[in-house]
């Protein structure tokens, strides 16, 4: 096969806004630096959240200011709100990922602000870029395969967003199982209707291990023509208003299973390996994805 996946790397923002260990500035700045030498060439940075709230991703804008530009790679920002994207702008983001929840139950407590609040800043934003200028927007719609407090999400209220995106004019779409409770039959059903909805919008998929499907629901992704995914070195992740949220598929995971099969990503396995080595022992536990236990295969060094 020839056809590429893109893995957009979320490890420096999602990957670590769950975790207990705070990072230091220089640190999150190698840690991109580290998975950029690995082959990420879109990745989400920062996130522009209230540091108080989530403590783990504060420095955003020192971060950004450490990262010059450069050719052939993008640099993501979290945004919420409007606050988040006039910070986004200032920071020189190469990209915005613009977040609405699928449920209020989530939202209220994941951004304070219910659906229908979300969609209207979303709006703002979107028609801000248009008539201001800005970087290119992605809308990432949360739960959108089921909600940790008002459980089954239907396909109309993912719709109802996917729609108010499309008619904003975004630059893409990503579908996020936050809380990792998709199974691939849906995943394959998600991805029909919204495209059926918003037929023109580039389609990105974001999941969580939680329960073990997450390799199978990107399988299902690729498999249904999605050619963007994210992932997280080491299987890093979670989200702190999210009860027993647990992390991304690990960007090695999900490398190893598309190189296998004979996909283009771009990665260097082992460098990312080795990333997630060093980015878990800053903070105190082991990688989670499977092949930085296991290795890839073949095997480049004898079996003990």
Not at 18 to 47: P, Y
Not at 82 to 107: M, Q, S
Not at 167 to 190: K, M, N, S
Request: hydrophobic share 40%.
């Amino acid at each position: 096969m020839s056809r590429r996946i893109e893995i957009v790397e979320v490890g420096p923002r999602d990957g670590l806004q769950n975790e207990k260990a705070l990072l230091e500035i220089d640190q999150k700045i190698e840690f991109i630096e580290r998975l950029e030498t690995a082959g990420a060439r879109r990745m989400e940075t920062v996130s522009f959240v209230n540091p108080k709230r989530v403590p783990q991703m504060a420095g955003a804008e020192e971060i950004s200011a450490a990262l010059p530009h450069a050719e052939g790679r993008s640099r993501i920002g979290l945004v919420l709100n409007e606050r988040g994207w006039d910070r986004c702008l200032a920071a020189g983001c190469d990209e915005a990922n613009v977040v609405v929840c699928a449920t209020d139950g989530f939202g209220i407590r994941n951004q304070g602000a219910s659906v229908d609040e979300q969609l209207a800043a979303m709006q703002r934003i979107a028609a801000r870029k248009h008539a201001e200028g800005g970087p290119p927007i992605t809308v990432t719609i949360s739960v959108a395969f089921g909600c940790p407090f008002e459980g089954e999400v239907s396909e109309e209220q993912v719709l109802r967003i996917v729609r108010a995106a499309a008619e904003a004019e975004v630059d893409e779409l990503a579908l996020a199982d936050t809380i990792g409770v998709a199974d691939p039959w849906l995943v394959r059903r998600r991805i029909e209707a919204a495209r059926t909805a918003a037929p023109g919008l580039r389609l990105r998929m974001h999941f969580h291990d939680t329960r073990n499907t997450g390799l199978a629901n990107a399988f299902a992704s690729v498999e249904a023509g999605v050619e963007v995914l994210d992932a997280s070195c080491g299987g890093l992740g979670g989200c702190p208003f999210a009860p027993d949220a647990t992390g991304n598929i690990g960007t090695e995971d999900l490398v190893y299973m598309l190189e296998r099969a004979g996909y283009a990503t771009g990665y260097d396995l082992d460098a990312l390996i080795e990333t997630a080595d060093w980015v878990t022992g800053l903070l105190g536990k082991q990688p989670t994805a499977s092949v930085s236990r296991a290795g890839g295969f073949p095997l480049r060094r004898a079996a003990g």
